[in-house]
């Protein structure tokens, strides 16, 4: 046994009002605000940044909901050496360095920068530096 369904196309304006109705029921609603010039989105380890995207605020009861559509995404992996702390070796791990590689102070406080603290990595480069 067919059943005969008719079927017709839907408007954009008929999906929409269709759309805002389904979510209305749910007690959600959407707005579109529109297209941005850049979305950036900042996390621990690396920014996104999305150009000319469509954002669209959903309301529901949760709270705010922002949506970013579409646009061009440009990943960055770069930390920021202003935010984050300079590193400055003790007089402890100076005098150790600077006696173990058999070298003047400044020179081991240097290497302890350069190799972030890492003490025997200093050392090592310094005795390569020497031979």
Known sequence: MYVAVEVRRLSPRELRRMQERMLGSLGVSMEELGSAKEVTIELEDRTIKINRPTVVAINSQAGKIYQIVGGEEVESLEQKEAELPKYEPSPEDV?????????????????????????????MNLRAQRS
């Open 95 to 123: 005098a150790l360095v600077a006696a173990q590689a058999g070298v003047e102070a400044e020179e081991a406080r240097k290497a302890l920068i350069e190799s972030g603290g890492d003490l025997a990595r200093a050392i």
